[in-house]
């Protein structure tokens, strides 16, 4: 493996790890420009303020959200993750117009990302997650 697809691989670690440490500002320096594409529902978070955004928006009713990592690879400009995605229900969340108070359960769901690098660096320019976007509500009896 190279030393470049290596810093790659520990790129995405950190990132994972900073999340789920709500160090935004350590998050948005991996970036070499900030951009979630959500693969389940379609959403494009673009820019720092709409990543910004989306970290507020999910981590509101699962301030605890963590990652377990399964797997990590590195191919061409893309490093591959496979996880376990987990959290507790712990503030509002917003479902198809309703609003569902927090209900104390627990969610444990296996997801992957990619994450695409500018070529020759260690800066991301896209994460993708990909998921089952009624997974996390079916965990928590919701959906």
């Known amino acids: 493996m ?6 790659r ?6 990132h994972m790890r900073l999340e789920v440490e709500h160090d935004w500002d350590a998050v948005i320096a991996t970036f070499a420009h900030p951009r979630y594409e959500m693969y389940g529902s379609g959403h494009v ?5 709409a ?9 509101t009713p699962f301030p605890d959200q963590g990652n377990e990592v399964i797997a990590i ?5 893309t490093v591959l993750v496979e996880f376990w ?3 507790t229900h712990l503030g509002p969340l917003k479902l198809a117009g309703r609003t569902v108070e927090p209900t104390g359960k627990t ?11 500018a070529p020759a660096t260690d800066k991301i320019v896209c994460e993708r997650p990909y998921f089952d976007q009624g997974a ?7 959906g």
């Open 85 to 87: 995605l987990t959290g």
């Open 45 to 49: 978070f673009d820019g720092e303020a």
């Open 73 to 77: 690879a590195h191919a061409g400009d």
């Open 51 to 59: 990543v910004r955004a989306y970290f507020a928006a999910s981590r």
């Open 136 to 142: 996390v509500t079916r965990a928590l009896g919701l």
């Open 107 to 117: 969610f444990r769901v296996r997801m992957a990302a990619s994450f695409e690098f």
């Open 2 to 7: 190279t030393d470049l697809a290596e810093a």
């Open 9 to 14: 691989i520990q790129v995405v670690r950190d």
